[in-house]
Antibody, heavy 119, light 107 residues
Framework: QVHLQQSGAGLLKPSETLSLTCAVS????????WGWIRQPPGKGLEWIGE???????NYTPSLKSRVSMSADTSKNQFSLRLTSVTAADTAMYYC?????????????WGQGTLVTVSS | DIQMTQSPTSLSASVGDRVTITCRAS??????LNWYQQTPGKAPKLLIY???SLHNGVPSRFTGSGSGTDFTLTISDLQPEDFAAYYC?????????FGPGTNVDIK
């Protein structure tokens, strides 16, 4: 069974950088996409992007200038970095495993990390 | 970006009811459509992928159908654990966008 364990800071000030890591256990890291999805309080889901184990990435255009994702195959973990955060970035952030090509489905989710941006 | 809409926004139903949720894409997505279920305070769970394939362990009372731009999720014989929010997601074209969600609550 795949397990995704998230870690990272939950409280940030405006203009700081959000940094989250997701450790993968219970399944091979290779041959999957590893992504991030967020959900503002009381709102719907927003796909942020994904990273393949080869390092290739896909990002949502609205965040592309501020987001970066990376994968560390030696540690079976992947990371999200979002720069210059504002209150609009306050959300629950989920790491996910994506399978399939070209279609994708996100079949395993982390527990979520609530990131609050406040001065 | 492909825009996804869902209807209704919310619905009230009783245990044992049959419920249908509709998802519409702003352009054709062939059959690249997933459904997720989210209960309060929990991470979403994959229910159905590629329009009609049931994810491992998902009860057969959940069915998905559709193609092109119009899709449906049907829950037959609604159970207490099915009261949740449901989201559709297209993975035909990047960025992979979600619908706004449908809340199913107890009548």
């Amino acid at each position: 069974q795949v397990h995704l364990q998230q870690s990272g800071a939950g409280l940030l000030k405006p203009s700081e950088t959000l940094s989250l890591t997701c450790a993968v256990s219970g399944w091979a890291f290779n041959d999957y996409y590893w992504g991030w999805i967020r959900q503002p309080p009381g709102k719907g889901l927003e796909w942020i992007g994904e990273v393949h184990h080869t390092g290739s990435t896909n990002y949502t255009p609205s965040l592309k200038s501020r987001v970066s994702m990376s994968a560390d195959t030696s540690k079976n973990q992947f990371s999200l970095r979002l720069t210059s955060v504002t209150a609009a970035d306050t959300a629950m952030y989920y790491c996910v495993r994506g399978r399939g090509w070209p279609d994708r489905e996100y079949d395993f989710w982390g527990q979520g990390t609530l990131v609050t941006v406040s001065s | 970006d492909i825009q996804m809409t869902q209807s209704p926004t919310s619905l009230s139903a009783s245990v044992g009811d049959r419920v249908t949720i509709t998802c519409r894409a702003s352009q054709t997505i062939i059959r690249s459509l997933n459904w997720y279920q989210q209960t309060p305070g929990k991470a979403p769970k994959l229910l159905i992928y590629a329009t009609s394939s049931l994810h491992n362990g998902v009860p057969s009372r959940f069915t998905g159908s559709g193609s092109g731009t119009d899709f449906t999720l049907t829950i037959s014989d609604l159970q207490p654990e099915d009261f949740a929010a449901y989201y559709c997601q297209q993975t035909y074209s990047l960025p992979f966008t979600f619908g706004p969600g449908t809340n199913v609550d107890i009548k």
